[in-house]
């Protein structure tokens, strides 16, 4: 009996810990979001080598059209959730549905080149088998009418 316990709870623990801490690393600096990590669970449009980057979005509309369009089009994925709206920057927390793995998605939208640099980032783990990048592409095709 108390084997059982034991188990469900390291299993309950082990799950939790896969949500990481808040990394320290996120935000919009003079235009500017973080680098990604060397590892391969993480996409940027400001990124230099190709492994990382994707491209940032473009919009016409004036800011805040675009970021209550940006605000929306998270808002219908699952799993996330809006952590920091700012006038010019976004930060949205995905949550896997299963072990409940956590993303970290920016977006810093640059008014006078008239796009939105995004970074996607994984807390924790070596790879995503790509979900960051398909996350990215899939609010890009939910903005395309910007």
Same mark, same amino acid.
């Given at each position: 009996m108390y084997?059982?316990?034991l188990s469900a709870l390291i299993v309950v623990l082990a799950l939790s810990s896969c949500s990481g801490r808040r990394p320290v690393d996120l935000g919009c600096i003079d235009g500017k979001l973080f680098p990604c990590p060397d590892s391969p +669970?993480?996409?940027?449009?400001?990124?230099?080598?190709?492994? !990382?980057? =994707? $491209? @940032? %979005?473009? %919009? $016409?509309?004036?800011? @805040?059209?675009t970021r209550a369009a940006l605000l929306s089009a998270i808002g219908e994925l699952a799993h996330s959730e809006? =952590?920091?709206?700012? @006038? !010019?920057?976004? !930060?949205? #927390? %995905?949550?896997? #549905?299963w072990l409940r793995f956590v993303d970290d998605v920016e977006f810093c939208l640059d008014? +006078?080149?008239r796009v939105i640099n995004v970074r996607s980032a994984s807390r924790t783990g070596y790879y995503d088998f790509g979900v960051n990048r398909k996350r990215i592409e899939t609010i890009r095709a939910m903005l395309r009418d910007l």
């Open positions: 084997l059982k316990i +669970n993480c996409v940027s449009s400001q990124s230099s080598d190709e492994a !990382h980057y =994707v $491209k @940032p %979005f473009t %919009f $016409k509309g004036t800011v @805040p059209e809006i =952590v920091t709206v700012e @006038p !010019h920057y976004v !930060h949205a #927390r %995905f949550t896997s #549905r008014e +006078n080149a």
